[in-house]
């Protein structure tokens, strides 16, 4: 394999692991392919990394791509009214409205200390507001910030606890968490225990015990905390899989970057707290 | 019951995962009996009996506490709250009897007890692990910091140690049933002691279990604010 096919491989796989569809990715490598062919400049030249190539691909023909395809919103899955929380005297959360249709992906963004992560767990029903109430359609799956998981169990044990809630047997159990696990390009068959997990993997293991049993309504805690790159896209594919399969997703995040990668936003900064959406 | 099983399986394996602690767990009655054994047989066996309910309440303590952030989502994840604090309470009563039985293999060799009722200590050593487990995850339920916690049963089992077992308030004690039967197994004392230890540790092991059951149920409710359109 030469420099520039083995450029072209990695370019298509980034491609693919970005979400731009098989067709269109075969489209880009051969285009790359062709230039560099003509040229006879090495890819790093030309294109830069494969990586930083496939993402300015996937920016300007995998969004337009996601766009299309996003499923028409169904029935209200969550809607969150006027919620409103007071830790001693700081009021952190005052009348927050959210509401997420089946088949859609909100945002709920916002500085340190605003009052997203308290907010999810109201969502949850983890804590109760001191006003204001949720209505949910279904069955949720909640994925917290940190310390979702047990230290001195194995990753699969998890997939057993949480399938033994859903009254599946175990090998059903660990079925799922392994297939789950391979949207993120995990192997969770190790002996190793929860802790001794790299704050990233753990990270996984947390998002895979929420989505396991494909809940109808996902309430993910900024999830891809130790997510190296290509793990934070997988992750977006997976958020894009539940909303395409019609599960309403909300996703906490700080990261105002990817407000374009779902269908609302929350914005919990500030004096407008709860009104503003896209 | 598959779901209280899953519970207490995966507890149990968490546990038994901890080296150190089982290690400890097994030292500590083994230190006091080890420090009261030139005194007289009763009191190295009551010693004992102190150590092994002290080692299963903070065993269930910190168990409890570990716990504490993932059983909300394990209640998303379809179970009640019963199969965990009964799981919970499951696991640490094999783990307690499984404390318990190389220290009663221990009593049984050990020359100096040699006019020991076994089967009263083993009596006293069983309904030790019964009211321990729970005990300890009442404190956790009621104070969930672990230091507070055990700072709480350090509190307990030394004004346990102390007070006079014959005085009005030593009943009040969690562990006072023990301190009657060893009573009964060391110094052949009539039928009494047996009994009223019995009838104490019982009605310990209920009570406690059922305010374990209380307070559980009380944190994992369904909050007031939520409403469910359909199953979950």
């Known amino acids: 394999m030469t420099i520039s096919d083995g450029w072209l491989h990695d370019l298509g796989m980034e ?104 907010f999810l767990r109201i969502c949850a029903g983890l804590i109760s507001p001191d006003k204001g109430t949720v209505q949910v359609d ?71 015990m929420a989505g396991l049993g494909d809940p109808d309504v996902l309430l993910l805690d900024e999830p891809y905390q130790g997510f190296d790159r290509g793990t934070y896209v997988d992750f977006w594919q997976q958020v894009w899989r539940w909303r395409d399969n019609g599960r309403a997703v909300v996703v906490v995040t700080h990261m105002l970057t990817q407000f374009d990668l779902v269908d609302t936003v929350l914005d919990l900064s500030g004096a407008d707290q709860g009104r503003r959406s896209q | 019951m598959t779901k209280l099983g899953v519970v207490a399986d995966m507890t149990l394996r968490e546990m038994l995962r901890r080296r150190g602690v089982l290690i400890l767990l097994l030292a500590l009655p083994l230190a006091f009996y080890a420090v009261r054994r030139n005194g007289n047989s009763g009191e190295s066996i009551r010693a004992l009996f102190l150590g092994l309910c002290w080692a299963i309440s903070a065993a269930a303590l910190f168990s409890s506490a570990a716990g504490r952030a993932v059983e909300p989502r394990l209640r998303l994840s379809g179970y009640r709250s019963h199969h965990l604090y009964l799981g919970r309470l499951a696991a640490l009563l094999v783990l307690g009897t499984g404390i318990a039985v190389p220290l009663l293999a221990l009593v049984a060799v050990d020359p100096a007890q040699n006019a020991v009722s076994l089967g009263g200590v083993a009596l006293a050593m ?20 672990e230091l507070e916690g055990t700072l709480v049963l350090l509190v307990i089992v030394g004004i346990q140690m ?42 310990f092991t209920v009570a406690l279990a059922l305010l374990v059951a209380v307070l559980s149920t009380y944190r994992l409710r369904t909050r007031s604010h939520m409403r469910f359109a359909s199953g979950r």
């Open chain 2, 162 to 203: 102390v007070v006079d077992p014959a005085g009005a308030g030593a009943k009040l004690m969690p562990f006072w049933s023990s301190r009657e039967i060893a009573t009964y197994a060391v110094d052949h004392t009539g039928p009494g002691y047996l009994d009223r230890g019995l009838v104490h540790g019982a009605a």
């Open chain 1, 15 to 118: 491609l693919r692991r970005r979400g731009v569809p098989g067709g269109t990715a075969d489209h880009v490598v051969a285009e790359a392919a062709t230039h560099l062919r003509d040229s006879g400049e090495p890819p790093m030249a030309a294109f830069g990394p494969a990586a930083a190539y496939a993402a300015v691909v996937s920016d300007s023909v995998g969004d337009a791509w996601r766009r299309a395809r996003r499923p028409v919103p169904g029935s209200v899955r969550l809607r969150a009214r006027g919620i409103t929380k007071r830790y001693r005297r700081r009021e952190v959360l005052t009348g927050v409205d959210l509401t997420v249709y089946a088949g859609q992906v909100a945002a709920v963004v916002g500085a340190n200390g605003c009052g997203k992560s308290t």
């Open chain 1, 138 to 208: 279904g069955s949720i799956g909640y994925c917290p910030q940190d310390g979702g998981t047990i230290e001195f169990l194995r990753p699969e044990e998890h997939f057993v606890l949480v399938g033994g809630g859903r009254d599946w047997p175990r090998e059903r159990s660990r079925a799922m968490g392994r297939a789950a696990a391979a949207t993120l390009d995990w192997d969770p068959s190790t002996p190793e225990l929860s802790r001794h997990l790299s704050g990233g993997t753990r990270q996984k293991l947390n998002l895979i």
């Open chain 2, 126 to 145: 069983l309904l030790c692990v019964t009211v321990a487990a729970p005990f300890g995850l009442l404190i956790a339920a009621l104070v969930p910091r």
